[in-house]
């Protein structure tokens, strides 16, 4: 991997780690609420752990998991 697409995938790991954050941030609002939405929220979470996934996609690509 050159030191270019290290930087492309290190720039998106980060936008969606804040992606992820934003959202706990969203989830704990959204269940603050009396009259939560139930629908909202599980989308909110389905989509996290969406980003969780990919987020760890992305970290296997910077750095690979070699058995020596």
């Known amino acids: 991997m050159?030191?270019?697409?290290?930087?492309?995938?290190?720039a998106v790991l980060e936008r969606l780690r804040q992606e992820?954050?934003?959202?706990?941030?969203?989830?704990?609002?959204?269940?603050?609420m009396p009259s939560c939405d139930q629908l909202?929220?599980?989308?909110?979470?389905?989509?996290k752990l969406m980003l969780k996934?990919?987020?760890g996609f992305v970290e296997d690509q910077i750095f690979p998991d070699i058995i020596a």
């Not at 992820?20 to 603050?32: G, N, P, T």
């Open 40 to 47: 909202q929220l599980a989308r909110f979470k389905k989509r």
């Open 2 to 10: 050159t030191a270019e697409e290290e930087r492309e995938l290190s």
């Open 53 to 55: 996934d990919r987020i």
């Open 20 to 32: 992820h954050r934003d959202l706990d941030v969203a989830i704990a609002a959204l269940q603050a």
